[in-house]
Nanobody, 121 residues
């Protein structure tokens, strides 16, 4: 069973940078696609980025393209979200998610507890 723990959230000024981490535990980590979602107050949860641990394929939502980068550290079984030039509209609770490998926009089965990111202007 996959277990996910996010860290690295906090407050950041617009134009700065922040790096979120998601530590994954469980068997056969390379068989899982990983993703980041976010949810702002009063809004539905939305897709942010995804990465396949087989083939190093990535996918991004349009609002974060060119600013956010998803990556992984296989030795540490950790997925990252590098947030460069964050904007106030990026403020949300960010969730790490995992699913068996396949279509990166498929349904994710495992979720972390979420970490708050607040971007001030």
């Amino acid at each position: 069973q996959m277990q996910l723990v996010e860290s690295g959230g906090g407050s950041v000024q617009a134009g700065g940078s922040l790096r979120l981490s998601c530590a994954a535990s469980g068997l056969t980590f390379s068989n899982y696609d990983m993703a980041w979602f976010r949810q702002a107050p009063g809004k539905e949860r939305e897709f942010v980025a995804a990465i396949s641990w087989i083939g190093v394929t990535t996918m991004y939502a349009d609002p974060v393209k060119g600013r956010f980068t998803i990556s992984r550290d296989n030795a540490r079984n950790t997925v990252y979200l590098q947030m460069n030039s964050p904007k106030p509209e990026d403020t949300a609770v960010y969730f790490c998610a995992a699913k068996p490998r396949g279509w990166l926009r498929g349904q994710y089965d495992y979720w972390g507890q979420g970490t708050q990111v607040t971007v001030s202007s």
